[in-house]
C-alpha cells in the first residue's frame, strides 16, 4: 500500500507549449514550484471525469476547468431544480429545469472556453461504467447515491484508474482517494500497476471505498431529509478538486490510505489513516450492482399504455419533492418524495398490479423503485423522468399540495 506521505508520480505525461494567452491566465498558478510550465502542460493534456453536476460537483467542476484541465467529463442524468441552487452553484435561476449536464456545460464555457466539456446525461450504471470511464485519467466521484459510490469504486478499480471520493451531510463531509488497480483475474487484489490496466505510476496500491465502508448501509439520509449546508459543499468540494490536480501533477501528498474528515460546525479538521482489508477480494465483474442499476424500467408509450390497458391496477407514483410537484403532475399521481420512500414509509398498494415511479429525471425515481421493489412491489421507473413527459401535467390535488 501507498504510504500516508508517500508522493506519487503525475499520472499524466505533459501536453504541447503552453500558448502566450496560456501563460497570462495560469500564471499564478505556474509560478508555483510544484505546478510549473510543466505541470500545467500535464493539466491541459489531462482527462477527467466528475460523475454528479450537483452540490460537490459545481466546486470540483469549477476548481478543475480553472486551473485549466484540459478535457472535463461530466455525468448526470438530472435536471436543475430550485431546491439546488443554494449548493449547486454551476447552475443559476435560468438553469431551472435543464439538465445538469448543459447548465455545466455552459458555465464552464463562460469560465474557460478552451476546456472540452464532454456531456454524458445519463445516469452510471453496471451496464454502462466501464465504457464511460474509458479514455479518462482520473475520476471524481462527486455523486450523491450509495449505490453509484461503490459501483464506481469496483469500476475504477477494474479501469486500473484513480478515483477522488467525497460525501457532505449538514455541516460534515469526508474526502479521500481511492487507488486499487488489479486485473479480473487476479484474485488477492495486488496486481502490479504498470500501465497495462489504466494510467498512472507502477506499484500504487492505495485503500478503497470499501475498505473505509465494506458493505453498503441499509438506508442513508439524503440531504433532502438531513439537511446541508451550502458552503460546506464548497469546501469538501475544492479539496476534492486539489487532490485531482495533486495526482495529475504529481505535487504533494495525495489522500491515498488516508480519509479527511471535515466538521465545519466545531471548525476542526482530522485525518483517519485506512488500510486495505487483506480478506476483501476484489469484484470480478460488475455483476453485483446489476440490481442498484435501473434494469426495471418503462418509457412514456409504456407508461401511457398501463395508464389505458389498467388504470385502476396502476399507481403513478412521484417522488419529487413539494416544490416541484405544485408545478405540475401526471393525472392521478401520489406524491410521496424520495426521502420518505428511503425512510421506509409507503404508498397503499391496495388493488395496483403495478408502481410505476416518475421523478424530474429518473435517477431518483429508479432509487425509489428499487427500494419497493425489495419489499416485494412490482415497481419501475419512468425512463428519463418528467422531462419526457409529452402528455398534459396537471395541478395537484389540494389534498396533495
Known amino acids: ?34 505546478v510549473g510550465e510543466e505541470g500545467q502542460r500535464r493539466l491541459r493534456a489531462a482527462r477527467v471525469l466528475v460523475v454528479g453536476a450537483g452540490g460537490l460537483g ?3 467542476l469549477l476548481y478543475l476547468a480553472a486551473a485549466g484541465v484540459g478535457t472535463l467529463g461530466v455525468v448526470d442524468d438530472d435536471v436543475v431544480d430550485v431546491s439546488n441552487l443554494h449548493r449547486q452553484v454551476l447552475h443559476g435561476v435560468a438553469d431551472v429545469e435543464r439538465p445538469k449536464t448543459e447548465s455545466a456545460a455552459d458555465a464552464l464555457a463562460r469560465l474557460d472556453p478552451g476546456v472540452q466539456v464532454v456531456q454524458h446525461a445519463e445516469r452510471l450504471t453496471a451496464g454502462n461504467a466501464l465504457e464511460l470511464l474509458a479514455g ?18 469496483d469500476a475504477c478499480g477494474l479501469a486500473g484508474v484513480p478515483c477522488v471520493w467525497g460525501s457532505v451531510l449538514g455541516l ?87 480519509v ?9 479538521w482530522r485525518t483517519l489513516r485506512v488500510v486495505r482489508d487483506p480478506s476483501r477480494l476484489p469484484p470480478m465483474d460488475l455483476a ?57 414509509e409507503r404508498p397503499d398498494l391496495a388493488g395496483r398490479e403495478q408502481v410505476v415511479v416518475v421523478c424530474a429525471a429518473g435517477a431518483r425515481s429508479a432509487q425509489a423503485a428499487q427500494a419497493l421493489r425489495e419489499d416485494g412491489s412490482a ?14 401535467l396537471v395541478p395537484p390535488s389540494p389534498e396533495d399540495r
Do not use: I, N
Not at 136 to 153: F, M, P
Not at 260 to 268: P, R, T
Not at 289 to 313: K, S, Y
Open 1 to 34: 500500500m501507498s504510504s500516508p506521505s508517500q508522493r506519487v508520480p503525475p499520472l499524466v505525461e505533459p501536453g504541447p507549449p503552453l500558448t502566450d494567452d496560456e501563460r497570462r491566465r495560469y500564471a499564478r498558478q505556474t509560478v508555483l514550484p510544484e
Open 58 to 60: 459545481s466546486p470540483v
Open 136 to 153: 479518462y485519467d482520473l475520476v471524481v466521484d462527486a455523486s450523491d447515491g450509495t449505490a453509484t459510490r461503490y459501483l464506481l469504486d
Open 172 to 258: 460534515a463531509g469526508q474526502v479521500s482517494t481511492s487507488w486499487v488497480p488489479y486485473a479480473p483475474e487476479d484474485t488477492d487484489g495486488l496486481a502490479g500497476h504498470d500501465g497495462a490496466h489504466g494510467p498512472g505510476a507502477a506499484g500504487v496500491h492505495g485503500p478503497c471505498y470499501r475498505d473505509v465502508f465494506p458493505e453498503p448501509p441499509e438506508s442513508a439520509p439524503s440531504c433532502a431529509e438531513a439537511g446541508v449546508l451550502g458552503s460546506v459543499c464548497a469546501v469538501v468540494g475544492s479539496v476534492m478538486a486539489t487532490e485531482a490536480l495533486k495526482l495529475l501533477t504529481g505535487t504533494g501528498d495525495p489522500l491515498v490510505g488516508r
Open 260 to 268: 479527511l474528515l471535515v466538521d465545519a460546525g466545531g471548525a476542526m
Open 288 to 344: 453485483e450492482h446489476e440490481d442498484a442499476a435501473p434494469g426495471a424500467e418503462v418509457d412514456v408509450a409504456g407508461l401511457r399504455a398501463a395508464l389505458a390497458e389498467d388504470p385502476a391496477g396502476t399507481l403513478v407514483l412521484d417522488v419529487r419533492e413539494p416544490s416541484e410537484h405544485a408545478a405540475g403532475v401526471v393525472p392521478g399521481s401520489v406524491l410521496l418524495p424520495l426521502g420518505r420512500v428511503l425512510a421506509g
Open 379 to 392: 415497481a419501475v421507473s419512468l425512463r428519463g423522468g418528467l422531462q419526457r413527459w409529452d402528455g398534459e
